[in-house]
């Protein structure tokens, strides 16, 4: 059995990572924390895996912490920055594993967004033109998504390694521009997660969509992290759950 512990078990993803962690055959619940909760209580003596899902302004500090506990995490909170990212690789350097501590960021657990993100990195060489528009609930915390973001950085890199011209920009009307991606965030009572890439040619156009209708989706991708941290996962940080889909 993986001993999991959740970091922000009283949160909207967080009570259902709780739940799937107690449905799941091979994963057992260690600690289900929260804000204000100890997270020095949680060791490698009682959870083999921790999965942090909080809030963009805590989300580091708790990283941290939990590396410099010596366990594995599993992180879905999104906001992460290169510099972020960097003090994380930073800390997992300076910790008390450095040679085997796994740190996981997702930007999305859905596999149908994973899938969507990889095929829009396939098609972007292809295309002259190329949007990302994500549709969000409107108390999601971050804007553009770090879905969207990522699938921008992923287009614009396979665009220069075609070497295509970059993307031209309006002023800022057509949304924020990521990596010369333009990027529309929409936030929208009655919607969960969503993304649509739009790429388009002289008299052609090819729309890649995701939709996740229910924060359940996500489930099957954090207990696939969870899993692959408690096997055969690389040390160190490790980015997007495409690295755990055999693509």
Known sequence: MIKVSVVGAKGRMGSYVVEAVNNAADTQLA???????DLTRIAPDNTDVVVEFTVPSVSLNNVLTLIGQGVDVVVGTTGWTDEKLAQV????????????????????????????????????????????????HPTKVDAPSGTATHTAHGIAEARKAAGMAPTETDGGSRGQVVDGIHVHAVRLRGLNAHEEVLFGNAGEQLTIRADSFDRTSFMPGVLLAVRKLATDAPAGLTIGLDHFLDL
């Open 31 to 37: 600690l289900a924390l929260d804000a204000g909760d």
């Open 89 to 136: 690789k930073e800390a997992i350097a300076g910790g008390p594993k450095p040679e085997t501590q796994k740190v996981f960021i997702a930007p999305n657990f859905a596999i149908s967004a994973v899938l969507a993100d990889y095929f829009a990195t396939k098609a972007a060489r292809y295309f002259e033109s190329a949007e990302v528009i994500e549709l969000h």
